[in-house]
């Protein structure tokens, strides 16, 4: 033990020598890391016969109590609390570390309250239903889980099932999947066993003896089977309150020979018994895991489960094991037989299970993630809050930015959350569990400002920094929210909503270029605006664009950002390998996006309508404009021209594929996905000039002045020719670089430690 190495509490209500999958967990990974971290383990001093405080394996292990049963449900919790209020005061840098949702983990919640510095991480185990998870002890147990996974600043969870239950209880917080593990080398066997010609076929398992293991439905299948005359044995290991219900329902279905419980043994002992079998099964009525089966797997045997909990994590029925139907006998006696009279296929379950194992199941790769978690919990790794006005579904290209950039940054560690506003459909967390909040879009504008500025202003307690996506809706809350906190925040100048509500407004005809090239006659409301996205950029610690033609357009506009402007370019996928045969293309001009009227749909629709016959104009969004744009199009071209709901973005991608060309001739469009889409797509598209994309496509792009109605027909009328098409899309290999999600993150992670480390003071 040393003061100033990381100590790691943990909390489990028991512990050696009563060892179950928990404590067998915690004592691989201790054993593998007690290098790195000091690991003490508060548990609760289940009998008078055991020391107060002891060393075993390299850990400190303290018993809190005085051996009676009772306290653990009273006194236990408080006694745990201040055991490891004692240890954390002789370390510089703490770790609480509480094993499932029990009495001992209440300690550590008591330590999380008065000590909020110091993290805790709770590994969720339980093995019981999602009934008595949230109703028992007359709803004792549901409480519990609401506060410790309300104090907790990382879950883990063993399976998948366990982390979807955290989740649907209200953690919004960094959880992810950690298995328990097995000692491949310990349960290894020695040699295949062999079993003789008409020999008796042993059937295992290992088992607490209570309801949800559901050994009393093994029984009734052993029976069913014995009624076969089949030479069959059962080995029952395990010791719990229903053992002797159990063997007398064993004595009643006349298995006293056949079926044998051997009770409680030490884990040491377990390989042994697995390898003189030759089935292991556990027919589970719940299960947040199932160590046993990993054991099994790993000792060589085939295996036989249900499909409840995390069970499913383990077995894919028929590839590394057999399900069979819950609560039936019958059906379980039947899988039993299908290996019985099938030992090619036993022997294949028993192979591709125990190669499953070893890929996913090691203790030291699981020590490894664990010691990642630690770390990161200790070092306490960078924290940003990002600001963004949209998150899928929502159209925008800028949600999509949001979630991949969020998504690569917490792969790396980072502390991340975000705040965005919201339309119907929006997720609160994401598939990688990022901390999510959620502003409606149906308040009042300054309303959702203020509430957009309230959730900033709790999410970006303890963050490092800032990054608003926008530089008005999002970005102005954001602003205040850095200026609250006292950190550095920086934005990104892609779209420009100014400009969009100046143009949306009046209905007018102006590109963004000309709008910030001269002076414009502004409403209150819109000079309000511009105010406030001038504050917005000046208090920036940087401001970043993702192109030449956007940086010098607002440098203009504000000569103080030439200090402070950078270019991040936007992701750009890799075109796809191989010439996209023509026959495969459809005759369909495709467009994509939100419906408003500086996107030039008008003026798209009539330079169509001079296209040749042959075509569709296939329209894909929503918007304010949208039932103009239906209207306008029912007047225009009867049959060949079609307005479409909003659609996923790889069902996009599809109709892209197949689409004779893509045509976006919007009055501007500062780094257009739709674009970068089609080139993946190897589909030609049409853009418009006033694009920031047009200095990095060079002659792979056909730009049109999205102002000429007469530019847009002719442009439409050159990629009508298949052959041109087919010029169109030989240029597009290589014209430009692939860069991908990982290469924009690592360059805005970059920018993050500079501007944290060496923040603007303007």
């Known amino acids: 033990m040393h003061a100033f190495k990381p100590a790691v509490i943990v909390f489990s209500t028991a512990y050696h020598p009563l060892v179950g999958g928990a404590e067998v967990a915690i004592e691989e990974v201790a054993d593998r890391l007690k290098e790195r971290f000091d690991f003490y383990v508060v548990t609760h001093r289940v009998r008078r016969d055991l020391p107060r405080r002891e060393r075993y394996r390299g850990v400190t292990i303290v018993r809190c109590g005085l051996g009676w049963a009772w306290e653990r449900w009273f006194v236990f919790p408080f006694l745990a609390c201040l055991a490891g209020f004692k240890i954390a005061h002789t370390h510089r840098r703490v770790i609480l570390w509480g094993v499932m949702v029990s009495y001992a983990s209440i300690g550590a919640f008591f330590i999380k309250i008065l000590r909020p510095d110091i993290p805790f991480v709770l590994t969720l185990q339980e093995g019981d239903s999602e009934a008595h998870l949230t109703y028992g002890k007359l709803g004792l147990t549901g409480l519990w889980w609401r506060m410790l996974l309300k104090a907790a600043d990382e879950v883990t969870a063993i399976s998948m099932y366990l982390a979807g239950y955290a989740r649907r209880r209200g953690f919004d917080g960094t959880l992810s999947v950690v298995p328990n593990g097995v000692d491949i080398a310990t349960f290894r066997p020695p040699a295949p066993r062999a079993r003789a010609p008409g020999g008796e076929f042993v059937i295992v398992t290992t088992s607490r003896l209570v309801h949800k293991n559901a050994v009393d439905i093994l029984i009734r299948a052993v029976a069913i089977l014995k009624k076969e005359a089949l030479q069959i044995r059962c080995r029952i290991i395990g010791g719990g309150r229903e053992r002797q219900k159990l063997e007398r329902l064993a004595a009643e279905l006349g298995l006293d020979r056949d079926v044998t419980f051997l009770g409680a043994i030490a884990h040491r002992e377990i390989p042994s018994h697995l ?114 006005p949209l998150l899928p579904p929502d159209l925008g290209g800028v949600g999509y930015y949001a979630r991949h950039l969020a998504e690569e940054f917490a792969a790396r560690g980072w502390r991340v959350s975000i705040v965005s506003y919201a339309g119907a459909g929006v997720r609160k967390n994401l598939d990688s569990g990022i901390r ?327």
């Open 275 to 388: 390898w003189d079998a030759d089935l292991f099964v556990r027919p589970s009525r719940s299960e947040g895991m199932g160590n046993s089966f990993v054991e099994a797997l790993a000792a060589g045997l085939p295996i036989i489960g249900t499909p409840v909990g995390g069970i499913t994590d383990i077995i894919e029925d028929g590839t590394t094991g057999l399900f069979s139907r819950l609560d039936d006998p019958h059906d379980l006696a039947q899988k039993i037989l299908s290996l019985m009279r099938d030992p090619a296929l036993a022997r294949a379950l028993a192979l591709n299970g125990r190669k499953m194992v070893e890929e996913r199941f090691s203790w030291d790769g699981i020590a490894r993630r664990y010691a990642e978690i630690f770390d990161g919990r200790l070092s306490q790794a960078p924290a940003i809050t990002i600001a963004t």
């Open 436 to 762: 999510t909040t959620l502003v409606s879009l149906c308040y009042p504008t300054l309303i959702r400002h203020i509430l957009f500025f309230a959730a900033m202003l709790r999410r970006t307690r303890g963050s490092d920094v800032i990054l608003a996506l926008d530089q008005f809706s999002a970005g102005f809350p954001a602003m205040a929210a850095a200026r609250c906190r006292g950190i550095p925040y920086v934005t990104r100048m892609e779209g420009d909503f100014l400009w969009e509500s100046y143009v949306e407004r009046r209905h007018c005809d102006i590109t963004l270029s000309d709008f910030w090239r001269g002076v414009r006659l502004l409403t209150l409301k819109e000079r309000l605006i511009r105010r406030g996205i001038e504050e917005v950029l000046h208090r920036a610690a940087r401001v970043t664009f993702s192109s030449q033609w956007r940086m010098k357009m607002l440098d203009g506009a504000f000569p103080f950002l030439a200090e402070k402007s950078v270019i991040i370019r936007n992701v750009w996928p890799a075109v796809s390998s191989g010439k996209m045969r023509e026959e495969r293309r459809e005759n369909i001009v495709l467009w994509a996006g939100r419906m408003i009227y500086l996107k030039n749909l008008d003026r798209l629709i009539r330079a169509f309508v001079r296209l040749e016959s042959g075509y569709e104009l296939h329209l894909i969004g929503a918007g304010p404009e949208r039932a103009h744009i239906e209207e306008f199009a029912r007047g225009m071209k009867q049959g060949a021209i079609h307005v479409f709901g909003p659609v996923g973005h790889e069902e996009l991608r599809r109709r892209m594929a197949s689409a004779a060309m893509v045509v976006l001739p919007s009055f501007s469009d500062v780094g257009p996905n739709l674009i970068a889409d089609a080139m993946a797509a190897r589909t030609p598209f049409i853009l418009t000039r006033e694009s920031g994309y047009v200095e990095h496509l060079g002659a792979c792009a056909l730009l049109v002045d999205p102002l000429s109605e007469d530019d847009i027909a002719e442009k439409l009328r050159t990629l009508a020719d298949a052959r041109t098409r087919e010029e169109y899309r030989a240029r597009m290999d290589g014209c430009v670089p692939e860069r991908n999600w990982k290469d924009a993150a690592e360059e805005w992670m970059n920018l993050f430690s500079e501007v944290v480390l060496r923040p603007n003071q303007s």
